[in-house]
């Protein structure tokens, strides 16, 4: 028979994965092909393109971001058994510490730089005869980096659930 606890942590590790994998995933997605194909596009087809795509991005990327962060924390001080010093005092407990605190630096440069800046785009978008190239172009380009930026902080957070699962480090 299956334990109760045993449950419930694949339920939380499946829906942490799930969510991060969400998450991390779009932003790949965002810079590996949605840039290319934009780019690629005439000035018309991009400008309709985006106002549909913005707003599906305003929701989606901070919904899968917080739900992750939300299920890793849960897993986390589930694993740690409530501990504090099996969550603060192990190499187990600071490598995930280390990963909690660059999620929520992703979460928050993503909403500042990234969100932040496309509800901009979009609000220039819907503009009947926008002016604004320039100031739209600087946003752009802020959204772009914002994007790389998370990427990169997200595999380093993948990196280090990689470590933390390795039983040898542990340490419990």
């Known amino acids: 028979m299956v334990e109760a606890s045993a449950v419930i942590a694949v339920v939380l590790r499946f829906f942490h994965i799930m969510f991060g994998i969400a998450w991390i995933g779009a932003v790949m997605y965002g810079v590996g092909v949605l840039r290319r194909a934009l780019g690629k596009m005439d000035p018309a087809a991009r400008k309709e393109t985006m106002k549909r795509l913005l707003p599906v991005v305003e929701r989606y990327l901070p919904g899968s971001a ?99 699962t390795e039983h040898s480090f542990l340490g419990l």
């Open 66 to 164: 917080a739900m992750t962060i939300i299920f890793g924390v849960a897993l986390y001080l589930y694993l740690g058994s409530f501990d504090p010093e099996i969550l603060v005092g192990t190499p187990w407990g600071k490598v995930l510490i280390t990963a909690l605190v660059l999620a929520l630096v992703a979460f928050a440069l993503g909403m500042i730089f990234g969100i932040g800046s496309a509800r901009k785009i979009l609000g220039h978008l819907n503009e009947e005869a926008c002016t604004h190239g320039p100031e739209v172009g600087a946003l752009q380009k802020r959204f772009n980096i914002s994007q790389f930026v998370n990427l990169g902080l997200g595999f380093v957070i993948i990196a280090l659930m990689v470590v933390a």
